[in-house]
């Protein structure tokens, strides 16, 4: 913890949690870049009871393919940094990262394509940790390498 700001330090990826969704430990990928948190969704839809939302997706081992109401929910529009524009849902969580309990935003997004399935955002960070991307553990840069390599598989077939 850095004493001058109380602020700390995480690196370019960390372990987080969402334990409203069962979710104790998964991988995101830490972005200072990004205004906004974004979470894998694989089917969201408007119903008569509110927002419903199945997250992550078949070959996630954080998919249970059930599916949660959300009453409370808003739509925005988000620019991503190659400038496409989409209309997006967004949900408040409860994450779990470094230790730090943390209620913010998430848009829905599929990131099935994504190394990570979680993607941290200033509105996370903001006031509370500083990132540095030599920061992290081998486990997680191997994770990010498999992953790496079985999207290119993937997308060449």
């Known amino acids: 913890m850095n004493e001058q700001n109380n602020k700390q330090i995480i690196g370019k990826a960390e372990a987080v949690g969402f334990p ?29 009871q509110g927002l419903e939302v199945v997250f992550f997706g078949p070959g996630s081992e954080c998919f249970t393919g059930q599916a949660i109401t959300f009453k409370t929910y808003s739509e925005t529009v988000v620019a991503s940094s190659n400038g496409a524009v989409e209309r997006r849902y967004k949900v408040r ?32 960070l903001r006031g509370k940790f ?4 030599a920061v992290g553990s081998e486990v997680l840069r191997h994770r990010e390498k498999m992953r790496s390599s079985a999207l290119k598989k993937k997308t060449r077939k």
């Open 130 to 133: 500083l990132v540095d991307v």
């Open 93 to 124: 969580l409860l994450l779990v990262i470094a230790g730090r309990r943390i209620r913010a935003w998430f848009t829905l997004a599929d990131r099935a394509s994504q190394v990570y399935p979680i993607l941290v955002g200033r509105n996370v």
């Open 20 to 48: 409203e969704l069962g979710v104790e430990e998964t991988h995101a990928r830490i972005d200072t870049g990004a205004k906004t948190s974004a979470i894998w969704a694989s089917s969201v839809s408007e119903t008569e």
